[in-house]
């Protein structure tokens, strides 16, 4: 079947804009997550979605950065106001056990 | 906080030759997961192998095997008949027994796989 699809595959901003990245998980994966991967700082976990529990945000960088998923499924991280340090690969994973997660290509973000 | 270590940044084999990925990690969980994952150019994190600690046989995925050693801390990555389509970045990945949580990734290493 599909696996995680991720949207746009690449993206340029100006600095200060605001950005959208979108995540399709894969078909009745119900947990879903969040990485960025920069060159300093390697992959680091943002934020975690469970079911209709309420998402786990311990790694979100600062309060321009949230995310939302609308009926248990697609998934949209924003970032307000981007910053040039915002610039890496957004990583989005999908999980139907919670054990082991399966990732999406990526959206590299380019801030100007 | 768990932490996670490659300490091997790059690497390279000739193909059909085997080679291993070290990791080490520091946890005072004692029920978790380890994974590696390979991330070619083309960005796709794709998942090689997993192992749960409470197993003590090694996971093994055709090629690939790993050695785990529980005591030590120790994951390494076992990849036999390199092949070319081996060349890639390597991430190894430590996440707690309980559910729901995030996976935290060593530094990566790039290995090389020449013909």
């Known amino acids: 079947g599909a696996g995680v699809s991720q949207s746009p595959s690449n993206k340029v901003t100006e600095k200060g804009k605001d950005v959208e990245l979108r995540c399709d998980p894969i078909?009745?994966?119900?947990?879903l997550y969040w990485y960025r991967q920069s060159l300093g700082q390697g992959l680091e976990f943002l934020i975690y979605?469970?079911?209709?529990?309420?998402?786990?945000k311990s790694g979100l960088p600062s309060d321009r950065f949230s995310a939302e998923r609308t009926g248990g499924s697609v998934s949209t991280l924003t970032i307000q106001r981007t910053q040039q340090e915002d610039s890496a690969v957004y990583l989005c994973?999908?999980?139907?056990?919670?054990?082991?997660?399966?990732f999406g290509p990526g959206t590299r973000l380019l801030v100007l | 906080a768990q932490t996670v270590t490659q300490s091997q940044p790059e690497m390279s084999v000739q193909e059909a030759e085997t080679v291993t990925l070290s990791c080490t990690y520091d946890t005072s969980e004692s029920n978790y997961y380890l994974f590696w994952y390979k991330q070619p150019p083309s960005r796709q994190m794709i998942l090689v192998i997993r192992q749960e600690a409470y197993k003590q046989q090694n996971a093994t995925e055709n090629r690939f095997s790993v050695n785990f050693q529980k005591a030590a801390k120790s994951f390494s990555l076992k990849i036999s008949d390199s092949q070319l389509g081996d060349t890639a970045m390597y991430f190894c990945a430590f996440m707690k027994h309980n559910a729901g949580n995030m996976l935290t990734f060593g530094g990566g290493t790039r290995l090389m796989v020449k013909p």
């Open positions: 994973a999908s999980s139907f056990d919670q054990e082991t997660q399966y």
């Open positions: 078909s009745g994966h119900t947990a």
């Open positions: 979605f469970q079911g209709n529990s309420a998402p786990d």
